[in-house]
């Protein structure tokens, strides 16, 4: 748990200059992740892909990548790249493609960090031959 944290807190990375009277502000974020939607069956080196509804923060922001931790229990988070200033505070919730794809018969899981880190969304999937 406090690991995740730790992820949040040093993934939000702020960068703003001025050129011409003109500022650009980018940075990146880990959001939570609200639903996953997808099987729990697979064939053996058959790729599935999941739905994955991320809270954004404003209109802005961009799926930049999935982040996963080796092995298994495998936790994946949502890197969120924000490139405006002038975005409002109204969040949204966007859903983006994930995919999954094993290579050996067995029990996999899947944990979708979401914005309390002891209660992630655990996928379960069986991939069979």
């Known amino acids: 748990m406090k690991f995740v944290a730790i992820i949040i807190i040093t993934a939000t990375i702020a ?3 001025v050129d011409n009277g003109v500022q650009e502000c ?3 974020q880990v959001n939570p992740i609200t ?7 697979v064939a053996v ?4 892909t999941f ?3 991320i809270k954004m923060s404003n209109e802005c922001g961009e799926l930049q990548r999935f982040t996963e931790t080796n092995g298994f ?15 409002g ?12 794809t094993a290579s050996a018969t067995g029990t996999y899981e899947l944990k979708f960090m979401t914005a309390n ?13």
């Open 15 to 17: 960068a703003c200059s």
């Open 26 to 28: 980018t940075y990146n």
């Open 35 to 41: 639903a996953v939607a997808g099987p729990d069956t």
């Open 45 to 48: 080196d058959e790729e599935i």
């Open 51 to 53: 739905e994955v509804t």
């Open 73 to 87: 229990p495998k936790n994946i988070s949502a890197l969120v790249i924000y490139n405006d200033c002038q975005c």
């Open 89 to 100: 505070s109204t969040t949204v919730s966007v859903t983006e493609p994930y995919t999954f």
């Open 117 to 129: 880190a002891g209660t992630p969304i655990i996928k379960t999937i069986t991939v069979t031959e």
